[in-house]
């Protein structure tokens, strides 16, 4: 079933910004409703001062386009808007065609988790003019955060060398959609699990979590405490040991280990929740491996980010599982990637395309006409070393196709998929093989080196041919 209906149960055709519905009536009411147009989605720049992102939402947004239908209340809501004159907005036939409207773009795509970078297109959409411009809001919104929050769970994962991350933002998360897709787009780059049950089950991800400070509080003394989870949850043992004395608190859940030992049991790990993790996680290690429990793990949480992990590692912390909430899931540091949706062609039936570009005084806001397609080009040792944009519908000269690839597949044609949906754990690894194929400087936390995407040069020309003719 699809996840957005499992979700919501209820329509989600108005899951957009009024201006868009403004706009399609007035393609309607000029006869420009059997125009065909090129959209793209992108972003200008790589998100958290980083080198790269991470592609996320291409399943959800496919899903929300495969069911997207104005219903009968949806148009019965529409026919209550007014305009200045409390006239209605939209004319009643016009609502008869959004509620006859069936969605039939062809859509190409970057495949769920791959490197993109700035300027290159996520999306290209290509269909009818209302149906690409309705389709705007809700692919930027869908689009925007989940592709924020894998390229964020990446960089925690990468700084974490290989430890286990596990994502516990629900939460301090923005709202019920924000903790449920955060945690699929958590997954996709590099968590190993999520405390989220309900992204659990919608989204087949592993959920892990034991108890909070308030079981410990619940019971007379700290060891108490741990007996009674023990002895309700003997296969699920990881123990916050921080509610009062660290150091008592390791001492009280060593005694519970060797009473899950005599039952066939063991003490999986304990946690830690605050305080100076470097110290206490060597602390903490000496203790649990003085006492025999050298196989049990050491999870630390509290406010952390893939800067404070990389200190932490840096410096020798003893930490094996690293769970990451607020800063994940909220993209802490920068909260909206900036993600832009553009018109790049239009035409009218039977017509020839007619280029468009938008212009502004910063050059990066420029857009480029044409049907893009970004071509990627590695090196024989398949080290991506570099990325050009150009016109699919003219294509450079031909060139050794065993070095390159083009990264924009064909992934809808009359508004059906054309592939089954990925599993999850297919697109994660997706990430670690691109990741292990970006250039290490460019995956650099600080100061990473920029990686070239350039334009080719007739497409670049054409560009600035239209940009003469509309300054003229």
């Known amino acids: 079933m699809n996840p957005l209906n499992q979700l919501y149960g209820h329509s989600l055709s108005l899951l957009t910004d009024l201006y868009q519905l403004t706009m399609a009536y007035g393609y309607w009411k000029q006869g420009l409703h059997q125009h065909e147009a ?72 970057m495949p769920e988790g791959s490197l993109v970078f700035g300027n290159e297109p996520l999306l290209r959409i290509q269909g009818n003019l209302i149906q690409c411009q309705l389709l705007e809001t809700p692919l930027l919104t869908i689009l925007n955060f989940q592709t924020l929050i894998a390229t964020k769970a990446a960089r925690i994962c990468d700084a974490a060398q290989g430890d286990a991350v596990l994502e516990f933002g629900l939460r301090r998360a923005q709202g019920v959609d924000g903790g449920v897709t955060a945690a699929r787009a958590a997954y996709i780059g590099g968590c190993t699990a999520t405390s989220n049950v309900l992204a659990g089950k919608l989204f087949d991800i592993p959920v892990k979590g034991t108890h909070a400070h308030s079981w410990v509080m619940a019971f007379e003394d700290e060891r108490e405490a741990f007996q009674r989870y023990a002895e309700s949850l003997p296969n699920n043992c990881i123990f916050l040991v921080d509610t009062y004395d660290t150091a008592q608190g390791v001492a009280n859940a060593i005694e519970v280990e060797r009473w899950l030992r005599q039952r066939g049991h063991k003490m999986l790990g304990v946690r830690l929740d605050s305080g100076d993790l470097l110290s206490l996680s060597q602390a903490v290690r000496q203790q649990l491996d003085a006492a025999g429990c050298t196989e049990a793990k050491i999870v630390a949480s509290n406010d952390l980010d893939e800067y404070e992990v990389s200190r932490l590692k840096q410096q020798g912390a003893c930490i094996d599982l690293w ?15 900036g993600g832009v949706y553009k018109l790049a062609a239009i035409r009218a ?20 006409p044409s049907a893009l397609q970004v071509r990627r080009f590695h090196t024989e040792q398949g080290l991506f070393s570099g990325d050009m944009l150009y016109d699919e519908h003219q294509p450079p000269s031909p060139q050794d196709s065993s070095m390159y690839e083009d990264l924009l597949q064909l992934v809808m044609l009359q508004g059906r998929r054309l592939h089954a949906v990925e599993p999850l754990n297919t697109i994660q690894a997706r990430v670690k093989q691109q990741l292990n194929h970006c250039p290490p400087a460019v995956r650099a936390l600080e100061a990473p080196a920029a990686y070239p995407v350039t334009v080719e040069p007739q497409l670049q020309g054409h560009q600035q041919q239209l940009i003469a003719q509309l300054r003229a």
């Not at 939402?57 to 007014?82: C, H, M, N, P, W």
């Not at 769970?323 to 990637?337: E, K, W």
């Not at 017509?351 to 050059?363: F, H, I, M, N, P």
Request: hydrophobic letters at 40%; a negative charge.
């Open 349 to 368: 039936p039977e017509g020839a395309w007619r280029y468009t570009v938008k212009l502004s005084e910063q050059t990066e806001k420029t857009s480029l």
């Open 38 to 109: 090129i959209f793209h989605a992108y972003f200008r720049r790589t998100p958290f001062n980083g080198g790269y992102a991470i592609t996320a939402g291409l399943d959800t947004a496919l899903a929300y386009i495969e069911t997207l239908r104005f219903t009968a209340d949806d148009v019965q809501y529409l026919s209550q808007l007014k305009g200045s004159d409390d006239e209605p907005l939209f004319e009643a036939a016009f609502l008869d065609y959004l509620a006859n409207m069936r969605f039939d773009c062809m859509i190409h795509a």
């Open 323 to 337: 769970g990451i909430g607020t800063r994940l899931v909220t993209a802490y540091d920068q909260p909206a990637l």
